[in-house]
């Protein structure tokens, strides 16, 4: 247990939120720390699943997503939200448990731009934090009401990406 929990922020346009968060459980793992990562908008396989799985108990992936794209303008919207309410309502009992040390909810940020929740709906999941709890969100664009309920606030910035020269997701590296 952590005398003291703070609340981090991985915003930004640019590659490494989620990959900051997974190494902040990693590393926390190797001092005995267990951590919940609940991701939202995110149903595709990806590599950090069996990574995780070899920690034992110390960190547990819990997925709330589609396996399709949001897009707010089609058919798929109604589902994220579905799925996003559903982590939404995990987030909360989580939070209110003492199982976990840290708790990352890893694109909760982007799925409140995406208007599938709200910001005062991830503020109240700050403001019900155990003091004991280390609490992560990630995704793009936090809100200035958000980062003012923040400890730690870190913006990843773009500055080139290949993904500009038409290379896709690469299996270990993207997803």
Do not use: W
Not at 43 to 51: D, K, M, S, V
Not at 144 to 162: N, P, Q, S
């Amino acid at each position: 247990m952590l005398p003291k929990g703070y609340i981090h922020i991985y915003t930004g346009n640019g590659k490494g939120k989620t990959s900051a968060a997974l190494g902040l459980a990693f590393r926390a793992s190797g001092s005995g720390l267990k951590s919940v990562i609940i991701q939202f908008m995110k149903g595709l396989p990806t590599g950090e699943l069996e990574a995780a799985s070899k920690t034992g108990c110390l960190i547990s992936i819990e997925r709330y997503g589609s396996r399709r794209f949001c897009r707010p303008d089609d058919d798929s919207f109604e589902e994220h939200r579905r799925y996003t309410l559903e982590g939404y309502e995990r987030a909360r009992e989580v939070i209110a448990g003492t199982l976990f040390d840290i708790v990352i909810l890893d694109e909760i940020i982007t799925a409140a731009r995406f208007g599938l929740i709200s910001d005062d709906d991830i503020i109240s999941l700050i403001e019900n934090k155990p003091d004991s709890t280390e609490l992560v969100l990630t995704g793009r664009s936090a809100s200035e009401k958000l980062i003012g309920h923040a400890d730690l606030v870190t913006e990843m910035k773009e500055i080139k990406h290949y993904y500009q020269q038409g290379v896709m997701p690469r299996k270990g590296i993207e997803d």
